[in-house]
């Protein structure tokens, strides 16, 4: 049987469905539960019969209506597909490196496991043609369609991965990607500069071609940043860099420049100046570089390579979610070997090869000097606001947690519910990433993870484990509920978008809602997501992104088969470090739980056998 090329199975896919508006009004009111008061979810229950009565079934009419209307003009997208783009990602006018932006942590490479010394310099010129290898497997369609189990899945992420930029706009950015690009960018200093990778057939070039020219850029950087900084204001307010990119292109040597950077297949930020040992230090570097300097944040995919050689990785969220972009570089990243380094490095000094980079110049005369520093001393606040650690746990992981016959998902889930409520005394609204792959374009889902069922265990005394154990499987129970529900895209938020997206023009909005607890259901302190991706090759990665409120934790875990590791990110009003031991002592915590109860089950169904006897 032929394996399905890259986008065979598109066609094929189901449309993303419209739920019942019953159904998801009902599972609404189920999340609310255990947020509200008595009184709190009696008025709210009022607010939903009314809508059920009223606004709800006119704006579902519309919403089915623009949904036939899709599948006649727009038959391989989806319903939700331009809102969600606009909504979640492109309207947004505050800075999108922290607020929008993702990140990743890579291995170290294979020479600095053995011992040693990695140059950022050859490092780059390797993963940048390993990264042209995953981008030719995407652009020559041999990327072999993905399923979950039998389900074929949406592929049409992969399109965007390469050569795309988020460009601000006034009131809207835009998105844009191009086609047949050769060519990536590197950053030094602030300085940006067009490194040639493939050849005119698309072909990758020579690797220690890719690495003179990278050299070449490091030889012709000067030793000072500029006094303004593209990447900070890449960094800041989108209306603020509206206004400046608009007064940059009225050169035209500045319009090309940018042109380049735009269309470039990715960029290298070389961060030579930083050598951080650290995961922290290593986080906060990819998150943000402390500084918001030598970055181009609008691109979907920024590498960053330190002076000693760690790599890690800056994406654009709006064009594409986790699992896509993280398969590509994790290909890319298994490539690396030290055979592929040693001939590189050896190459670069046997023969060297004079290609020059070609620099991409930028005047900043035409800048505002008090919106520019307006806009560098708010990014800075932003910066210093957010607060990020690691956790790598080695206790355990997907293995371990498995033996118990729990899902390492739900597990990890349930874990935070737990060391949220030992830190706080309290529960919290918790968003989780469902994927919609499943359908044509789908992208994400919320799952809502705190329930009735998760308060129920996490409020159960201690001593009382039976008990415990027995809340514990049922809040599971009620997660996987949810899950499954959101992957079929049975969610409510989506939902709840394209219903509000129908009002019309001076039409009220719904007190459904209005209602403070509406506000307060999507207000979420954790927002977790689950980055691990069901590729075969070892996973060579972790990664994160920032919290969604100021007295929230922005969570992203991935699982090793004998270790998890965990990114945690902090609004200014909460401790990320307090957090990071609270969820370390609760997966112990949950592990011995599990432990113990499946243990004493296991005795009492041997003695009954044993009675029987």
């Known amino acids: 049987m032929t394996t399905p090329r890259t986008f065979d199975n598109e066609p094929t896919l189901p449309r993303l469905p419209v739920p019942d508006l019953t159904e998801t009004c009902k599972r609404y009111l189920h999340s609310l539960r255990p947020l509200a008061t008595a009184q709190e979810l009696e008025r709210s229950c009022a607010y939903v019969e009314h809508f059920l009565k009223h606004e709800g079934p006119v704006l579902q009419r519309r919403l089915l209506q623009h949904e036939e209307e899709q599948a006649r003009t727009s038959p391989q997208g989806s319903w939700i597909e331009k809102w969600w783009l606009e909504r979640a990602y492109l309207i947004w006018r505050d800075p999108i490196a922290i607020n929008v932006n993702w990140f990743i942590i890579t291995d170290e490479h294979p020479v600095s496991r053995d011992g040693g010394f990695v140059d950022p310099l050859v490092r780059s010129a390797a993963f940048a043609c390993n990264l042209a290898r995953s981008y030719l497997m995407i652009r020559e369609e041999t990327l072999p369609a993905q399923y979950a189990r039998k389900t074929p899945l949406s592929m ?29 960018v590197v950053i030094v200093r602030d300085y940006y500069y067009e490194i040639q990778l493939l050849d005119e057939e698309h072909q990758p070039l020579p690797e220690h071609v890719v690495y003179a020219q990278i050299r070449s850029a490091v030889e012709q950087t000067p030793s000072s940043p500029p006094p303004l900084s593209l990447s ?9 860099w509206y206004r400046a990119r608009s007064a940059l292109e009225r050169d035209t040597i500045n319009q090309r420049s940018l042109d380049v950077l735009d269309r470039s297949l990715f960029c290298i930020a070389l961060d030579l100046d930083a050598a951080p040992q650290a995961l922290d230090d290593a986080a906060a570097i990819y998150l943000h570089n402390n500084t918001a300097r030598n970055r181009f944040f609008d691109k979907s ?7 000693n050689g760690r790599l890690g990785i800056s994406g654009e969220h709006t064009p594409q979610d986790a699992p896509a972009p993280s398969l590509m570089l994790n290909i890319a990243l298994n490539l690396e070997s030290s055979e592929q380094y040693n001939a590189i490095a050896s190459s670069a000094l046997l023969s060297p090869t004079s290609v020059p980079a070609r620099a991409l110049p930028i005047d900043t005369s035409a800048l505002d000097v008090a919106a520019y520093e307006e806009c560098n001393a708010s990014v800075l606040t932003a910066i210093r606001n957010v607060s990020v650690c690691m956790l790598d746990f080695r206790a355990f992981g997907s293995v371990g947690i498995r033996s118990l016959k729990c899902s390492p998902d739900c597990f990890m889930q349930m874990a935070m519910q737990l060391a949220f409520h030992n830190m706080f005394g309290e529960v919290c609204a918790t968003y989780e990433t469902a994927g919609t792959r499943q359908f044509r374009h789908g992208r994400t889902e919320t799952v809502r993870t705190c329930s009735e069922d998760t308060r129920s265990f996490v409020e159960t005394p201690k001593h009382d484990e039976v008990l415990r154990r027995e809340r514990l499987d049922k809040a599971m129970a009620s997660h996987i509920e949810y899950m499954s529900a959101s992957s079929r895209g049975r969610g409510v938020d989506r939902h709840f978008l394209g219903l509000r997206c129908c009002l019309k023009e001076g039409e009220p909005v719904p007190e459904i809602f209005t209602d403070p607890l509406f506000a307060a259901s999507t207000t979420y302190r954790l927002s977790t997501s689950n980055m691990t991706i069901g590729d075969k090759r070892k996973q060579l990665f972790s990664g994160g992104f920032g919290p969604a409120c100021k007295d ?8 090793h088969p004998d270790r998890c590791i965990i990114s945690i990110t902090a609004g200014p009003l909460v401790d990320v470090c307090a957090f990071r031991e609270a969820f370390h002592s609760a997966l112990i915590e949950l592990f011995s739980l599990v432990q113990r109860t499946n243990a004493h089950k296991q005795g009492k169904d041997a003695a009954r056998k044993q009675a029987k006897l």
């Open 301 to 307: 995919l920024v590498v960053v390579v330190t002076a």
């Open 552 to 559: 929230g934790f922005g969570i992203s875990y991935i699982f």
């Open 156 to 184: 049409n992420q992969y399109r965007y991965i390469f050569s795309t930029v988020r460009k601000p706009g006034e009131q809207c950015d835009s998105l844009h990607t191009y086609r047949d690009q050769r060519h990536f």
């Open 232 to 240: 900070v204001l890449t960094a800041g307010r989108r209306d603020v």
